[in-house]
């Protein structure tokens, strides 16, 4: 039988401990690697949020129109005038056959700015204009997310 004494077995626990460890080299490399991969993937998906923002206005756009035809089925018109979207939430004085609200509230698009709705519309003549300023918050411009197509 081999006894140990309590200083041999101190030492033997101390080796093993070293030997075990990471040393600082080691712990710098992972953290240069993690750097690195860091750096290839955070700029992949940097720009898929602005991409999220436009799909949402699409999809929300979308939403408004199918809540406008609805509007208009049931009151032989669209919304018009200054109220425009808000007719979907609030019943209008001239809609004898409003059934709605149409939509809970009236979201904002991505950027929080208002949606702009025109009725009739200088795109689409014989309903109505719905678009999102973009991220840029102006409307007019290349951004813009609409119910028409443009023309590129």
């Known amino acids: 039988m081999n006894i140990k004494t309590k200083s041999e077995i101190q030492i033997h626990a ?17 953290l240069v690697i993690l750097g690195i991969l860091a750096a290839i993937v955070v700029p992949k998906f940097a720009g898929r949020t602005e991409d999220a923002r436009k799909a949402a206005a699409a999809t929300q756009i979308s939403s408004f129109s ?3 035809d609805a509007f208009e089925v049931d009151n032989g018109y669209y919304p018009k005038g200054k109220s425009g979207l808000g007719d979907l939430v609030n019943p209008p004085r ?23 709705y025109e009725c009739p ?11 999102s300023p973009g991220p840029d918050g102006k409307s007019g411009n290349e951004d813009d997310i609409t119910n028409w197509q443009n023309a590129k």
């Not at 101390?14 to 992972?30: D, G, Y």
């Not at 001239?94 to 702009?116: E, F």
């Open 14 to 30: 101390t080796r093993n401990a070293r030997q075990r460890a990471f040393t600082l080299i080691e712990l710098l490399l992972v």
């Open 66 to 68: 199918t809540a406008l």
């Open 94 to 116: 001239d809609a004898q056959n409003w059934k709605g609200p149409y939509l809970k509230d009236m979201p904002k698009d991505p950027w929080q700015h208002d949606y702009i």
């Open 121 to 131: 519309g200088r795109m689409n003549k014989t309903s109505y204009d719905l678009s």
